[in-house]
C-alpha cells in the first residue's frame, strides 16, 4: 500500500525552468534539476480543489468504464469476488484486534482472580490462528481473481487504444499536446491497465476506510474500562501521525520536475558510448581505425567531468538520500518511544498493573502501527484516486481526438466508370507552412493537371515537390489557397472515397514489422487474401526474384516485432528456432536499438514498397478504383536498368490515369510528360512540356544539360 509510483495531476499551466519564484534550481553533479517549489501544490484549496475537479471530471467515465468492465465476459462475476475478498480482508484486521480484546479480558481476570478460564484461551488461540490463516487464504484469492481479471481488463483497452491510434491523421498524431493526451492513456495501459489500476486503487480507499472503521470501533470498546489505555492510546496515535508527518514530505515532494545537463563533456562521453556501442556506426569506427583515438578522447572527457558522471536517476538518488537527514527525522525514533517510557513510568507508579498495561500496550501498538500504514496509504491512494479518475477520463477522451483533417461530405467520384480516366488536380494560389513552422513549404503555388495527363515535377532537394503530393492525398490541409479535384473543393470530398481513389508512394516509404506478404497486401486491403495478386504486385515491381530467394519467401519477416526470450545460453549455440541468436536486447540496455534486421538493400525496399503501390493502383485495375497515382522520387535507390524497367511498366500500366512523379532525374520521364512543373524555393518557377522548357533555355534546360552533358 502507498507503494503506488505517483504522477502528477495533468495541470494546465506551463513549466518554465527559468521561473525563479516558483522553480528551485538545484545542481545535482553534471545535472540541473528543476522543481516546482512545494509551497505551489501546498496552497491550501489549490491542489485540493484541483483534485476535487479532475476527480469530479473523472466520475462519469469510471462509471462507464464499470460498466464497460462488468460487460467483458467473466469479468462481472470476478469482480464479484474480488470486492468480497477485498472486504474480507479489511475486515480481517478488526477481528484480529476483537480475539487481543478477549486475550486482554483474560489478563485482567487473572490478575484479579488467579486463575485462567482454559476454554476462552483456546478459543481466543483459535481465533487468531484462524485469522492468520483466513488472512493467507484470502491474499491467495485475491492474486488468483486479480491475474484474470487484469488480463481481460487489459485486452479489452489495448483494442480501445489501437483503434484511437488507428485513426488518426498525420497533423493530429504530429501534435504534441496528442501525442502527450495518448502516452498517458498509453504508457501504463499495454503493461497493466488504467482501468484495472482504476479498480485497484478504488477498492483500496474502500477498504483502507473499512479497516480503519472498524479497528477503531474494536480499539474503542476493547480499552473503553481500561486504566490507562486511553491515555496510551492517545500517544500510539500521536506517534503514528508524527511519523506520517515527517516521512509525507519526501512522499509527496516535487511533482512537477525537469533535469538537463549543459556539461559537455559528459555530453560527449555519452555520444561517444552510442558511437561505440551502436552496432550501425561500427563500419566507420573501423574503417577510420577510430577506435584509440575514440577511446583516448572518452578517457580525458571522463577525467574531467570525474565523479559527477552518473546518469540523472543515479545522481537523483544521491541527492534524495542526503537529503533525508532532518529535525523531524531524527525526532521520529525517541517518539516512536514515547509510550513504552510512559508505560514504564507508570509501571513504577502502580506495580500491581503491569501484567494488564503490558497487554493494552501491545494491543495498542500493534493497533496503532496498522493504523498509521493505513492511514498513511490513504492519503497516497486518495491522491492517487483522483489521478487515476482523470487517467480513465483521459482513456476514453483519446478515441474522440478530432482530427486536423476534416473530413468531406461528398461522395468521390460520382460516377466510378469515370476513374478509370483519370482525375483532374488544380492548385490556385496554394501556400502550405509545416505544423510548427515558420518558413512557407509551398508559396502561392498555382498550376492544372489535366484528367489523364502525366505531370513530373522537378527541383532541387527541399523545394516543395514532396508536398505538393502530401497536400493532393490530404495528409495535410494548404494553410492557403485551394485545391480542386475534378473541378471541386478537395474539402467537399469524403476522405475515404478521396484515399481509395488515388495512390501514392511516398519517398520515405516505411515496411511495415510484419510479413513481405503483408508489407504488398496492406497496398490494397480488399485484395489482401489474393496470393496471385500480391505475387503479381511484386513482380511489377521488381521483387519477386529476391522474395523467392528468402529463405522464408513471401512470410519473411524483415523485422520480426517480437523477439524470443533466453537466459545466458552455452557459448556453442547461435541459432535457435530457426533464427540468429540476438542479444541484441540484452546489448540494448542503454537505450539503444539494435539495428533493425536489414537483410535487404536499399533498392530492394524500394521495390517492396513499389510493390505495395502497384497493389493498390494496379493489380486493383479491374476494380478501376483508382483514378490518381502520385509517386516521389520512386527510383531514388533503383539501378538503372531497374528504374528503365520501372517507368516503362508504370507507363504500360497507367492506361489513361493521372499521374504525378516527383523526381531530381530528367530524361526517362520528363520526356514523356504532358507537364513538368519546375520548383525552386516553394514556388513553381517553369512550367510546361520538355521540348517547350528547352526551348525556354531556362533552369530546367540548364539542368538537362547538365545531366545530358554526364553521359558524353
Ligand atoms: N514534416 C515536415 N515538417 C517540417 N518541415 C518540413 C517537413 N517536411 C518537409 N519540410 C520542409 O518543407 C520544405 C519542402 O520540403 P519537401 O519535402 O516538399 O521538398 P522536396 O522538394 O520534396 O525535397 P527532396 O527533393 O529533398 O525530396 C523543406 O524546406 C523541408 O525542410
Known sequence: ????????????????????????????????????????????????????????????????????????????????FYFLVEIAASLIPAISLWYSGQLLHLVETAVEKRSVDKDVLLQVAAGRVACAVAERLLQYSRSRISLPLNMAIKQFYSSHIFHAMARLDVPTSEDPAVQRQLESAWSTSWKSSVAWETIEVTSNVIMTVIRLLSQVS??????????????????????????????RRFAFKSLVWAATTKNEDYIRMQGFKHLVDNPSHRKEVVAGGLGEHVTRLYREAASRVGDDAGDFPEMRRAYVVRDRLTFMSILREPMRELPQIVFTLRAVQYPASIPI??????????????????????????????????????????????NRVIDGKLPFPENQQTLGLGVSVEFRNVSFRYPGTEKYALHNVSFKIGAGQLCVIVGVNGSGKSTILKLISRIYDATGGMILIDGQDIKTFKLADLRRAMSILFQDYTYFPLSIKENISLGNPNLSQDEDKIREAARLGGAEDFIDKLPEGFDTYLNRPTHDYYSSLPEGTTTLFGRQVDYSHVRGVGGMRSTDSATLSGGQMQRLAVARTFMRSLVSETESSVGLLLFDEPSASLDPTAEHDLFERLRALRGNKTMIFSSHRFGNLTRHADLILYMDDSEIMEEGTHEGLLKENGEYARIWGLQARAFL
Open 1 to 80: 500500500m502507498g507503494g503506488r509510483k505517483r504522477k502528477p495531476l495533468a495541470r494546465a499551466g506551463v513549466f518554465d525552468p527559468e521561473d525563479a519564484a516558483r522553480i528551485k534550481h538545484t545542481r545535482i553533479g553534471v545535472w540541473d534539476l528543476y522543481e516546482e517549489r512545494q509551497s505551489d501544490l501546498r496552497i491550501p484549496g489549490a491542489s485540493r480543489l484541483e483534485t476535487a475537479s479532475q476527480m469530479i471530471q473523472g466520475l462519469p467515465y469510471v462509471w462507464r468504464m464499470l460498466k464497460d468492465v462488468c460487460n467483458i465476459r467473466r469479468c462481472s462475476m470476478l469482480m464479484t
Open 357 to 402: 498495561s503490558l497487554a493494552s500496550l501491545t494491543l495498542i501498538n500493534h493497533t496503532a502501527n496498522s493504523f498509521s500504514s493505513s492511514l498513511f496509504g490513504l492519503f497516497g491512494e486518495s491522491f492517487s484516486l483522483a489521478e487515476q479518475f482523470a487517467s480513465v477520463r483521459k482513456l476514453y477522451e483519446i478515441s474522440k481526438i478530432p
Open 218 to 247: 474494536v480499539l474503542i470498546g476493547v480499552l473503553r474500562d481500561q486504566q490507562d489505555g486511553p491515555l496510551l492510546a492517545v500517544l500510539s496515535f500521536s506517534q503514528s501521525l508524527f511519523q506520517w508527518f515527517s516521512v
